[in-house]
Nanobody, 123 residues
Framework: QVQLVESGGGLVQAGGSLRLSCTAS????????MGWFRQAPGKQREFVAA????????SYADSVKGRFTISRDNPKNTVYLQMNSLKPEDMAVYYC????????????????WGQGTQVTVSS
């Protein structure tokens, strides 16, 4: 069993930056593909970014490419999402997820989820 705890959300002005963190309990953190998803009110949960197990290759949604960066620190069991040039449309609850496989685009690809952290962007 893996427990994920996100932090770092908050209120920021458009154009600003935030860094989200997600710390996992348990062992073998490097063996999990880690992803970030977000969900705005009335919308489906959508893929934001992922960093694949072991090799660490990354992937991003087109809407955040060039503005967001996902990274991981395996000894600290932590994955980060650096968000720059934030826009009002980035406002959502952001969720961290961990999966045992190499797929990462869909919520069903993940086995464990955090509780979410709110990101609010004021225009």
């Amino acid at each position: 069993q893996v427990q994920l705890v996100e932090s770092g959300g908050g209120l920021v002005q458009a154009g600003g930056s935030l860094r989200l963190s997600c710390t996992a309990s348990g062992r073998s953190f490097s063996s999990y593909t880690m992803g970030w998803f977000r969900q705005a009110p009335g919308k489906q949960r959508e893929f934001v970014a992922a960093i694949v197990r072991y090799g660490g290759s990354t992937s991003y949604a087109d809407s955040v490419k060039g503005r967001f960066t996902i990274s991981r620190d395996n000894p600290k069991n932590t994955v980060y999402l650096q968000m720059n040039s934030l826009k009002p449309e980035d406002m959502a609850v952001y969720y961290c997820a961990a999966g045992r496989g190499y797929r990462f685009m869909r919520p069903g690809d993940y086995d464990y989820w955090g509780q979410g952290t709110q990101v609010t962007v004021s225009s």
